[in-house]
């Protein structure tokens, strides 16, 4: 069976459009001031209404508050909720409970220990993210790092999960041969600047993760 494939970051109706042409499964709308990707309510409901259901709408968040949550839940009519911040299990459980919807948790990847981390979830998130970890002061994703993938080989959890970190049209194809992920998780790999999509570079990752 493939993997499923989210773009994510997308911040433009021509890179929203090349998701859709390409078959991914998941579009990625970031709600995070700090990153280049972040998008306001209001351009987040213009994507999402281009989008009607061709491709399902995965929010990313990082520690956010309720209040942000709720607006940008509405706004962008999501179909997820993607936490990539240093949210705990209670968090987590807290979030899905209140939005009764699928919650993604990012954990930052760089040791083992990271991996077996993943553990505590279970329960409260219902997919996974395997990201590479960034350094401190720095975006906590986005950033075009990944992380040493046979350090999933010891991954034993019985919850959906996907790869993040670092994955390009050059490499998700390797990626998926030694990890066997589920899913797969780009931004900048898929980018021509920070934040600027490039919809050759978002064909060529979707053909090489189904090649």
């Known amino acids: 069976m493939a ?3 989210k773009i994510c970051g ?24 700090p990153s280049p ?5 209001k351009v987040a409901g213009d994507l999402a209404r281009r989008a009607g259901d061709r491709i399902r709408r995965i929010g990313l968040f990082v520690d956010a508050d309720d209040t942000l949550l709720n607006e940008s839940v ?12 240093s949210e705990p299990p209670a968090r987590v459980a807290e979030v899905k ?8 948790k990012a954990l930052p990847v760089a040791s083992s220990n990271d991996v077996a981390a993943a553990e505590k979830y279970e329960g409260a998130a219902d997919l996974i993210l395997f990201d590479a970890r960034t350094p401190k002061g720095a975006l906590p994703g986005g950033m075009g790092l990944a992380f040493d ?36 998780d780009t931004s900048s790999g898929v980018e021509s600047a920070p934040g600027v999509k ?13 090649r």
Request: aromatic share 10%.
């Open 3 to 5: 993997a499923e494939i």
């Open 10 to 33: 997308i911040a433009a109706p021509d890179a929203l459009e090349a998701a859709i042409k390409a078959r991914a499964e998941y579009a990625g709308f970031v709600f995070y001031p």
């Open 37 to 41: 990707r972040n998008l306001a309510p």
């Open 74 to 85: 509405e706004a962008a009519d999501l179909n997820g909720i993607q936490l990539h911040g």
């Open 97 to 104: 409970a209140r939005f009764g919807l699928p919650v993604w």
């Open 149 to 184: 993938w046979s350090l999933l080989t010891a991954w034993r959890g019985r919850m959906f999960w996907g790869l993040a970190g670092g994955l390009t049209p050059d490499n998700v194809a390797d990626a998926l041969r030694r990890t066997k992920a589920p899913l797969v």
């Open 198 to 210: 490039d919809v050759d570079r978002i064909a060529a990752f979707c053909k090489a993760a189904r």
